[in-house]
C-alpha cells in the first residue's frame, strides 16, 4: 500500500533556485493538499486541489505554485527559494469532502533547507 | 485567537500508564470535526482519531479515546496503557464546516509525548 508518495525525502537549495517537490497518490482521492510544517509549529495548508484542473490558495500560498494535470499527482514548484521557505512540506489527500470527517492522508515529508 | 491550543508542549509518562494530551478548539461554526495525528521521529503524519461536533457518543479507535466535552470546547486525546511506541508529536487539528472547498484543517502547535519505560 504505498498511499501517498513525495520525492525527494532531503533536498538543499540555494537561494534564487528553483525546484519541485512531488507528490502522488494511488488511493484514488479526488482531494489533494500541500502543507508546510516549520520548526515547533504545526502545519500550514499552501495549496489544495478538488481534482484534475482545479487549484485554490491556502493560508500561505506565496512563493509557491501548483498545478494537477491528473488525479493522481500535484507538484509543488518553488520559482525562487528564499531561506524562508527552509521547511518540512507534506502532502496529503482525502477521499470525501464536503463533510466534517474529512481524514487527511500524509505522505513521509520533504525536508527542505534554502540557504 | 488561536483556533486549536495545546498547551503541553511536552510530557513524560511512564510506560503503562494512561496519558491525557490537551486540546481546546475555538469555531463559532456548528459543524466541525476534530482530529488527532500521531508525528514519530521518523516525520511522517498518520491519523489517529476522529471526532464530529454532532456526534453523540467519544470517539474510540484501540488505546485512544477522544474525551470531547463540546460545551467547554475541548477534544483530549487519551492514550491506554502507554507503550514505548507512542513516543511521538501529537497534533490536533479542527476542520470548520461542510462546504466544499473549506477542507482546510488548522493543527495546533503540538505535545511532544515521551514515554519512559
Known amino acids: 500500500n504505498a498511499g501517498v508518495t513525495q520525492t525527494p525525502k532531503f533536498r538543499i537549495l540555494k537561494i534564487g533556485q528553483s525546484m519541485t517537490l512531488q507528490c502522488t497518490q494511488d488511493?484514488?482521492?479526488?482531494?489533494m493538499y500541500w502543507y508546510r510544517q516549520d520548526p515547533g509549529m504545526g502545519l500550514k495548508l499552501i495549496y489544495y486541489?478538488?481534482?484534475?484542473?482545479?487549484?485554490d490558495k491556502g493560508e500561505v500560498p506565496n512563493g509557491y505554485n501548483v498545478s494537477r494535470s491528473t488525479t493522481e499527482d500535484f507538484p509543488l514548484r518553488l520559482e525562487l527559494a528564499a531561506p524562508s521557505q527552509t521547511s518540512v512540506y507534506f502532502c496529503?489527500?482525502?477521499?470525501?469532502?464536503?463533510?466534517?470527517?474529512?481524514?487527511?492522508?500524509f505522505g513521509a515529508g520533504t525536508r527542505l533547507s534554502v540557504l | 485567537a488561536q483556533k486549536i491550543t495545546q498547551t503541553q508542549p511536552g510530557m513524560f509518562v511512564q510506560e503503562k500508564e494512561a496519558v491525557t494530551l490537551d486540546c481546546t478548539y475555538d469555531?463559532?461554526?456548528?459543524?466541525?470535526?476534530l482530529f488527532w495525528y500521531k508525528q514519530p521521529s521518523s516525520g511522517e503524519m498518520i491519523f489517529l482519531i476522529y471526532?464530529?461536533?454532532?456526534?453523540?457518543q467519544n470517539a474510540t479507535e484501540g488505546r485512544y479515546s477522544l474525551n470531547f466535552q463540546k460545551a467547554r470546547k475541548s477534544a483530549n486525546l487519551v492514550i491506554s496503557a502507554s507503550q514505548l511506541g507512542d513516543s511521538a508529536m501529537y497534533f490536533c487539528?479542527?476542520?470548520?464546516?461542510?462546504?466544499?472547498?473549506?477542507?482546510?484543517?488548522?493543527f495546533g502547535t503540538g505535545t511532544r509525548l515521551t514515554i519512559i519505560p
Open positions: 496529503a489527500s482525502s477521499r470525501l469532502a464536503g463533510l466534517a470527517k474529512n481524514i487527511q492522508y
Open positions: 488511493m484514488n482521492h479526488n482531494y
Open positions: 486541489s478538488v481534482g484534475a484542473g482545479i487549484t
Open positions: 469555531t463559532s461554526d456548528p459543524s466541525y470535526g
Open positions: 471526532q464530529g461536533s454532532y456526534d453523540q
Open positions: 487539528a479542527m476542520r470548520e464546516g461542510t462546504n466544499f472547498g473549506n477542507e482546510k484543517l488548522t
